[in-house]
Every structure is written in C-alpha cells, then in structure tokens.
C-alpha cells in the first residue's frame, strides 16, 4: 500500500503511460552521456579574484579549447583576446569599445567565435540541459546557434541571428550571458573544501557569486564555522573572526560587504589605547580598502582592544567546558606585569608588550562594563546583518562537515587519529565518538547550534561547539595540538609560535591509513580518493599534494596570497571527468592592467589518474538516482496498465 500511495504520487507528474514512457526514454538518453566534469577547491580565503577567474577560465581548460579549435586559424594574441573576453567580459568590451573602428562588427565576430567555444563545452549534454544553462530571453537564439545542422544554410542563418543581435542593441550583453554560459557548461559540479573566509579582501562576493551558482556544495572548513558560530552571536568566534579581520586590514569586507559596525570597537580602542602605538598589532595590507580606509594607527589598536576581549571571552569558555581539555590556554592568568613574562605550560617566556589597562590580576577573564557593551553591540550587528545571514543559511544547505560523492570522500581537515593508526575517540557533550560517527555527531550539532540549539547537546552560548572546532585539539577541523595567537601577539620569540600537527598529518604519507579512512566512510580504496585542504603543500621545500600512494590530495596550494611565499604557487584544482582526474597547480593571479588588457598564466595541468573506460552518467551518483527513478516509473506503467492507478488525459 505504501508503494501505490507513492505511485499516485508520482502519477501527479506522469499521469498516463506515454507520459510515464517518455521520461524513461529521456532519463535512459541522459544515463548514456559522460559524465560531467567536477572541480575542486580549497581555501579561498577571500581571493575573489583569483576564485572567478580560475572558475570562468576552467582552470585553462577553456584557453584549451580555444588553442584546440582556433590554433590553426587565430594569432595567439587573438586566442588570448578571446580568452581574455570569456574569463572577463565586461573588461573586454569596455577595452574594445575604446580600441575597435568598428565595434559592431567586432561584437559580431565574438560571437561567432564564442558560439564555437560554447558549442565545444556542451558537448557531454542533452540539448535541453544546455538550453536549461543559457540565460533567459536569449537561450532560443543562442540554442540555434549552437545546434543549426543545415550546412548548406548554416552560414546565412548564422549571419542572420548575429546580425540582429547587433541590431537590435544587445550585442553586450548577449556576449556577456554566452561567456557565462561557456563557464556554467565547462564546470559541471564544483566542490569547496573548506576555508571561504578570512585572511583575503572578499569572501563576501564569492558567496554572492556561489549563491546563483548551478551546483555546487561545500565542506566547511576551520575558518568557515568560526563565522558560522559568530552568525549565532556567540562572542568567542565573533572575536576571533574580528581579530582576524582586522589584522589583514579587511575594513571594507567587514562593514560595507557585511554591514558589521565597527564604530564601538574603534571609539573604544581609541578611548582605551590613546597614547599607546601598539606597534606588533599593525595590519597585514594584502589589499587596500576602496570604500573604508581605516587609519594604520586606529586599526592597531582596535586589533590589540578586540585580542583581549577575544582571550578574555576564550577564557570564560574554556572553563565552561572542561570536556574541551583547553586548560593550557588560560594564558591572562599566568602573566607576570612586573617581570613583563608569562609562563607557559611550565616555561617562562618574556613578553614584548605588558599594557594591559582593560584587565584585572584579580580575575583576568572578566570583561570590564565597556567590553560588554561593545560586544553586545558587536553580536547585535552580526545577528542581524541580512547578508551575512544569508551566506551562512547557504553553508549550510549546500555544505556538510564531509561529502561523498562519486566515490570520493571530502573534508577540509582531518580525522583525528592516534600515533597508532588507530580513530582518536574523542568525548563531547558526553558523547563518545571516533572516525564517521564523531564527524556525523558535529555535522548534526553544528546545525543544531545554529537552527535548534536548545535540542543541540552544548551547554553554555550558542555556538561554542563551532569555536570548539575552530581550535580544539581534537577537532577535525584544525588538527592542531594549541593555536598559538597569544603568543604570535605577545612573545617575540618564535619558538614559543610552533603548532604541533596531530599524528593524521604523518599518517597518511602511507597507503594504509588512507585505505582505512576510505573503509570508515564506506568506500572502496580501489576506486576512491581523498581530497583534503587546510594545510598548505609547500611545494619550494619540494612537498607534493599527493600522499598515501596517490590516494589522498591535499588541494590547498596557496590561492590566499599570504600563502604564496610558502608554497611557492597559487592554488591547485583537482578536475575530475569522464576520462582522467588532474592536478592543475596555479600561478599567483594577475589583476586586471590598467589599460584593460589581462595577463594570464595558465597552470600547469598533470594527469594523475586515467579512467579504464570513458565514464558515464550512469557510473555517477547522479546515475544511481536516475536508474532508480527509471525503476519508479516502469512501476508506474505496471501499475497503469494492471487498473490499479487510472491513467488521465
């Protein structure tokens, strides 16, 4: 009975055998196509430039095609100016309008020349899904073009459309909508693991540009939830988001992307640190601020006021949670002002900055009556920022603490493993969990901080289990022993900076703990991979994303530019269709010339894995879902054709 109550159901949709008939026969067609293409990223963090153009460029695969089907007709300066007008439209156009005698007949040649691109990257598709991909109003003129099989007419059909595009005075904005088709077509599914914010200008207009973005999921990272935890208000990760923010100058972000009022932290830290230069607190100015500079001498001193509020808030936490076992980090405490030192975890350290006017010896971690409001203020504004809201509703409903898919396994850090190989067991709430269950347990309770927390399993503020695992030590998330911000602050010597890796980070250098990781979560070694981010491959010092006999990539190359100089390039993405996986590793993005022109450097691409056969739909997860609506709808017809459900006309 349950069955042909949900037969009905479907019957709504397909109401008769034809019907019914018909969608199998597309779902089959559709089952018989290559798989599309997924890429994969990781740590962001803020560099929207970079992140669009490496998603508009597909990751050179789009210079490729145009080598691949112009190399032999254009220049190379025409192929980069053709690339130049797909990976930034709007630039492009701009700098022909100025350049070009005749602008609409160079309007209608990119489009010619831009119909073979896009026609070029639809090929793995059904007609209607790329129809379904092309912007409205012009998708019928577009599909035409792309789809005109008359050879014989197809030049002066072609020249018609095209004409009348020009003519008509939308010549701009259709090569605008073909360009972001050609993106929309050449990345099929694209994968974020972890690490959208802090450190880069705007992490807010990747998630502006994600929200319309046709498929996409993400796998939060460190830096993700400790927003995700300051949009329930809880002020040990407002704090540290702000420290964060502050300290890379990210002024513009803050309170014109996100509407977050800084004026009570300023007029605080003013009032406060007047007359003190706060010299080690001065930001790291990656980028200007266009709209909300902020003076280098104020913005030192709201980092210092809004660090201490941060160690003061961490404090009250931490002994609020002993189940976290953070003890080591109550730092306030354990400063000596009149030798200007501070002893840590036995060993005494000097301290290079000991004024301190906003704390109490007698109870360090309480925040004075000013601190309070300025926080409440603080928390008033990230609680009601409608677009932060927004972004962090859209985390959640497209990202997960883990993924698989296609019979890979994605998370940003780590799982917490012994020196033996073995699952870390880690206690929280009570509860005692290892390997998939503990990620499965903070998946649910990290939604629960932030939709239900009264049916969450924390105790204290909303949101504390989100700073948790922004810094714990057994967080999957950070994979860390202690973060040493405290010290990074206060202590010169950078001995005392040193961030311990938990045993996950030497483990799977070997095969066998990649294999038994991949087991946990229900795969197969011999057909799955892992991909990781978090901890940025150095390849200068000659380390290699790929570990664990090639079943583990750590894809977080350094797209963040205060990452470069580490790493030694840019960024890597992991693409994998139908016929191979590859590495394609990145070279620092070039901004935009002033005199509009782009320079490119296109990565560098390695194929790491050939398929034995051309995968198809059907071989995806997508196709296990489709074979089994398939199964539904010939359940349907039987059900038709026995009486047992009327067939409407």
Known sequence: ?????????LAKDYPNIMAASAEIINLKAILALPKGTEYFLSDLHGEHEAFIHMLKSASGTIKAKIDEHYGSVLSERDRDDLAALIYNAEAEIARRKKSEQNFDDWCATAIYRLITICKSVSTKYTRSRVRNRLPQYMDYSMDELLHADDDANRANYYT???????????????????TEAISRLAVDKLHIIGDIFDRGAHPDEIMDYLLDYHDVDFQWGNHDIVWMGAATGNWACITNLLRMNISYNNFDMLEVGYGINLRPLATFAEKVYGEDPCEYFKPHVLDKNKYDPVDEELAAKMHKAIAICQFKVEGQRIKAHPEYKLEKRLLLDKMNLETGTVEIEGKVWQLRDTNFPTLDPADPYKLTLEEEEMLNS?????????????????????????????????????????????FEWVELNDVRLQGKALMDYLDDQVRKAYFAPRKSGETGRYGDIMWYLWLGGDSPLFGKEKMTTFERLFIADKASHKEHTRPYYKLIKERAACEKIIREFGLDPRTSKILNGHVPVKIKDGESPIKGGGLLYVIDGGISKAYQKQTGIAGYTFIFNSRFMALAEHKPYSPLQPDGTQVFNSPVMKTVETMPERLLIIDTDQGAVLVEKVHDLEDLIDAFKEGLIKEEY
Do not use: W
Not at 164 to 177: N, R
């Open 1 to 9: 009975m349950s069955d042909l109550k949900y037969l009905n159901r």
């Open 378 to 422: 603080l928390e008033a504004s990230f609680l009601n920022s409608e677009k932060l809201q927004r972004h962090i509703k859209f985390l959640f409903s497209h990202g997960a603490l883990y993924t698989k898919i296609n019979g890979n396994l994605l998370y940003h850090g780590c799982i917490p493993m012994t020196e033996d190989g073995e």
């Open 160 to 178: 018609q459309i095209i004409n009348s595009v020009v003519e008509c005075g939308v010549a701009e904005q259709y090569i605008i909508q073909l």
